[in-house]
T-cell receptor, first 113, second 113 residues
Framework: GDSVTQTEGPVTLSEGTSLTVNCSYETKQYPTLFWYVQYPGEGPQLLFKVPKANEKGSNRGFEATYNKEATSFHLQKASVQESDSAVYYCALGDETGGYKVVFGSGTRLLVSP | GPKVLQIPSHQIIDMGQMVTLNCDPVSNHLYFYWYKQILGQQMEFLVNFYNGKVMEKSKLFKDQFSVERPDGSYFTLKIQPTALEDSAVYFC???????????FGPGTRLLVL
């Protein structure tokens, strides 16, 4: 079945430094790819999604490009802030059956001031 | 953004008892989902539901699990009887259309003793 693999956390950074969270996926489909963010005590919330290969998604300074050839969807941000501390999930939309989101294991980001 | 509510936020029960987890989805959404996350592990799909019927369920959706949404009220996940391995956080999600963005609730933390 479909699967998603991402950088194992925690990732600890200082404010103002750059972030890359690697994400790779396996599927026989052409899925929509997602980045979700989860804050303590909350459910995952969509950061952005990209439905087509070779397109880029972005939100709040985060961005990722859907690379179909490399089956990757790495999350990047040029300058992180303390408020970015959260768990980030890479995911894909599995269109078989009734449709579902297949999540990676999550990457905890800790940003210190 | 759209909010999904889950009741209760925490539940502790003895093994063998029945438990019902309640989800109040976004008001105009038609597709409903449950996901399970065991502590420290990946979030995994359990079931999706549309027009009063289960569309797809995963192998995690045991015979002891059932879902329903009677008359547009809460979307519920019932476990009867519960087992120790059912201890997890259960996230409800809803979407307007089949492949539309899923919005997640904050989760119900279930502990089976």
């Amino acid at each position: 079945g479909d699967s998603v693999t991402q950088t194992e956390g925690p990732v600890t950074l200082s404010e103002g430094t750059s972030l890359t969270v690697n994400c790779s996926y396996e599927t026989k489909q052409y899925p929509t790819l997602f980045w979700y963010v989860q804050y303590p005590g909350e459910g995952p919330q969509l950061l952005f999604k990209v439905p087509k290969a070779n397109e880029k998604g972005s939100n709040r300074g985060f961005e990722a490009t859907y690379n179909k050839e490399a089956t990757s969807f790495h999350l990047q941000k040029a300058s992180v802030q303390e408020s970015d501390s959260a768990v980030y999930y890479c995911a894909l939309g599995d269109e078989t059956g009734g449709y579902k989101v297949v999540f990676g294991s999550g990457t905890r980001l800790l940003v210190s001031p | 953004g759209p909010k999904v509510l889950q009741i209760p936020s925490h539940q502790i029960i003895d093994m063998g008892q029945m438990v019902t987890l309640n989800c109040d989805p976004v008001s105009n959404h038609l597709y409903f989902y449950w996901y399970k996350q065991i502590l420290g592990q990946q979030m995994e799909f359990l079931v999706n539901f549309y027009n009063g019927k289960v569309m797809e369920k995963s192998k995690l959706f045991k015979d002891q699990f059932s879902v329903e949404r009677p008359d547009g009220s809460y979307f519920t996940l019932k476990i009867q009887p519960t087992a120790l391995e059912d201890s997890a956080v259960y996230f409800c999600a809803s979407s307007r259309d089949r492949q539309d963005t899923q919005y997640f609730g904050p989760g119900t933390r279930l502990l089976v003793l």
